[in-house]
C-alpha cells in the first residue's frame, strides 16, 4: 500500500510539469502576436529618454485613447509607469488589461510594483494571479492526498462486498478530486496547469449514485445489475456537453479562468442546475432507505454501524446544503458571501474524507459491515500473545471478584497490581489483562470504583454525622483528602460533603457514571 501511495506522489508531479509545459508554449505562442516594438510611437511623439515618467505617461495615454497599433505595449507601459507613480487604481486597471490580453502573469514581478505593494490594488492582483501557496492550502492537499490514498487501499480489505468498496472509494475519490482542484484554484497554481480546469465538474453527478449504490450494498446485501448503470446515463450526457471544454487548448481554458471567455457561465449554470437536482433527489433516496431500515437488535454491533452510516448521511447533507447555497450566492442572490460559502462547501468535503479515513484506520471492520469494540480490538491486540487461556482466565477473575468483595483488598491503601498480582499468583501482565477484558477498565479505575461504592456505603449508614469526611477516606484506602474528593466526585457527580448534605435532606440514590 505504500508503494502505491508512492505511485500517486510520483505520477502527479509529471502530470503537472506537462501541463506547465502546455501553458508557457501557449503563453509564449499569445504573446508573439502582440510582441510589437514601440519604434513607430518613439518616432511619432519624439520620446526620448530625457522625458520625465508624467510625460511619458500623458503620451502613452494620448496613444492609448488613440488605439494605437501598438496598444499592447503601450498598456503594459501604463501599467508600469502608474505603479511607479504610485497611481494604484489606474496600475490595476492597465494591468488586468495587459494580462487578460496576452496571459502574461510575469508583469507583477517587475520592480515597479513595489510602489504600490502595500495598496489593496496590488493586493487584489496578487491574490488573483499570482501562485501564493499556504498553510490552509496544504492542509486541503493532505486531505487529498489522504483520500486518493483510501480510494486505493479501500479496495485490498478483505472480505467486504466488493461493490460496497468500489462505491465508497468512488465517493471518497471524487471528493479528493474537488478538493485538488481547489487547491490549485485558491493558489492561482491552475493557471500554470490549465488543463485540470474543471477536471472535477464531470464527476459532478456521481455523488449521489455512488453513495447511494453503497448504502443498498451494506443495508441490503445489494448486488449490482448491468441495468443499474442507467443511473450514471447522466454523468455520461454531462461529459459529452463539457467535452468542448476539455478539448479547448491551454490558452482558451485561461481565458475562461480570468473570464474572458462568456462561455464559461452556460458550463456553470447547467453543471449547478443538474449537479443540484441529483444530489437533492439521491439524498432523499438515501435517507429514506436509511430511515426505512428496520432495526433487527439492539447490539453495540449495530448500533454502531447504525451510527456510522447516519454520520456519513449527515455530513453528505451539509454538503448539499452549502452547495445549494454556494450555487445560489454564484447567480447574485446571496451577494459577496459566496467565497465564504466555498470554504465551507471545502470543509464539509474534507471532513467527510478525514472520517471515512480515520475510521478505516481505526475501526476497518466497519467496512465488512462488521464492528468490533475499540477498546477490545485495542485489547486483544495487546494480550493476543499472553499464553492465557479461558480456563484460567476465568479462575483468575473469579478469585480476583473474591479478593474485592470478600477480601476487600482495595482498602489498603498501598494496594498496587503487582501486589494484586502476588494475591491472585499470577503475573502482573495476566492481572491487567483479567481486569481489562472482563470489567473494561483499568487497575486503578477498578480500585477507586469499589472503594467510593464502600464510601457511599459507610456515610449512608452514619444517621448520626458522626464521622469525619477524612476518616471515610482513610477507611477505604485513600492517604488524603484531595485524592478522595477527586476520586468521589469522578464517580458520583458529587463532592462527600455535598453527597452528606444532599443525602440528609433527600435520601438520594446515587448512580455512578
Known amino acids: ?77 501604463l501599467a508600469l509607469l502608474n505603479a511607479e507613480l504610485e497611481q494604484p487604481e489606474d496600475a490595476y486597471f492597465f494591468t488586468k488589461k495587459y494580462i487578460n490580453n496576452t496571459l502574461d502573469f510575469s508583469i507583477l514581478n517587475n520592480g515597479a510594483y513595489e510602489s504600490i505593494s502595500a495598496t489593496d490594488e496590488y493586493k487584489a492582483l496578487k491574490k488573483e494571479y499570482i501562485s501564493n501557496f499556504n498553510w490552509l492550502a496544504f492542509l486541503y492537499l493532505y486531505v487529498a492526498l489522504i483520500g486518493f490514498f483510501f480510494t486505493i487501499t479501500i479496495n485490498f480489505t478483505k472480505k467486504a462486498n466488493k461493490y460496497s468498496k468500489l462505491f465508497i472509494a468512488g465517493f471518497v475519490g471524487i471528493h479528493s478530486l474537488f478538493i485538488i482542484e481547489f487547491v490549485l484554484y485558491m493558489t492561482n497554481y491552475q493557471y500554470q496547469v490549465p488543463h485540470t480546469y474543471r477536471m472535477s465538474a464531470v464527476s459532478a453527478l456521481l455523488f449521489g449514485p455512488l453513495l447511494y449504490f453503497y448504502f443498498l450494498s451494506i443495508i441490503q446485501q445489494y448486488k449490482f445489475r448491468v441495468l443499474h448503470l442507467l443511473h450514471f446515463l447522466p454523468t455520461l450526457i454531462l461529459l459529452v456537453f463539457l467535452f468542448p471544454m476539455y478539448s479547448a487548448s491551454s490558452t482558451e481554458k485561461i481565458e475562461l479562468m480570468l473570464n474572458i471567455n462568456t462561455n464559461e457561465k452556460d458550463f456553470d449554470f447547467v453543471i449547478f442546475i443538474s449537479k443540484t437536482i441529483s444530489l437533492v433527489v439521491y439524498a432523499y433516496l438515501i435517507g429514506k432507505l436509511l430511515f426505512n431500515q428496520k432495526k433487527t437488535n439492539s447490539s453495540d454491533s449495530v448500533q454502531q454501524q447504525v451510527r456510522w452510516k447516519r454520520n456519513i448521511y449527515r455530513i453528505h447533507v451539509a454538503y448539499v446544503a452549502s452547495y445549494l447555497f454556494y450555487g445560489i450566492s454564484v447567480f447574485g442572490a446571496l451577494g459577496s458571501i459566496s467565497s465564504f460559502i466555498y470554504f465551507i462547501q471545502m470543509a464539509a468535503m474534507s471532513i467527510m474524507v478525514i472520517y471515512i479515513a480515520y475510521m478505516a484506520y481505526v475501526q476497518p471492520s466497519i467496512f465488512r459491515n462488521e464492528f468490533i469494540p475499540i477498546k477490545e480490538k485495542l485489547f486483544s491486540g495487546k494480550y493476543q500473545r499472553s499464553g492465557l487461556t479461558n480456563a484460567l482466565s476465568q479462575e483468575l477473575k473469579e478469585n480476583l471478584i473474591k479478593l474485592l468483595v470478600e477480601d476487600k483488598i482495595y482498602k489498603e491503601n498501598d494496594i498496587s497490581l503487582e501486589i494484586l498480582a502476588q494475591k491472585l499468583n499470577t503475573t502482573r501482565h495476566n492481572a491487567s489483562q483479567i481486569i481489562n477484558e472482563h470489567f473494561n477498565m483499568n487497575f486503578f479505575e477498578l480500585i477507586n470504583k469499589f472503594r467510593i461504592k464502600e464510601a457511599i456505603k459507610i456515610l449512608q449508614e452514619d444517621v448520626h454525622g458522626s464521622l469525619n469526611i477524612i476518616d471515610v477516606a482513610y477507611e477505604v484506602g485513600y492517604n488524603n483528602k484531595v485524592t478522595f474528593n477527586k476520586a468521589f466526585k469522578k464517580e458520583t457527580s458529587h463532592t462527600p460533603s455535598e453527597f452528606l448534605s444532599s443525602h440528609n435532606k433527600h435520601k438520594i440514590q446515587v448512580n455512578f457514571k
Do not use: W
Request: net charge negative.
Open 1 to 77: 500500500m505504500i508503494n502505491q501511495y508512492k505511485a500517486i506522489i510520483l505520477v502527479l508531479p509529471l502530470f503537472f510539469v506537462y501541463n506547465a509545459q502546455a501553458v508557457n508554449l501557449s503563453c509564449s505562442n499569445r504573446l508573439s502576436l502582440f510582441q510589437v516594438q514601440i519604434d513607430s510611437l518613439i518616432y511619432e511623439k519624439s520620446i526620448n529618454y530625457d522625458m520625465t515618467q508624467l510625460e511619458l505617461l500623458t503620451l502613452y495615454h494620448e496613444a492609448f485613447d488613440a488605439n494605437h497599433k501598438d496598444s499592447i505595449q503601450i498598456i503594459k507601459k
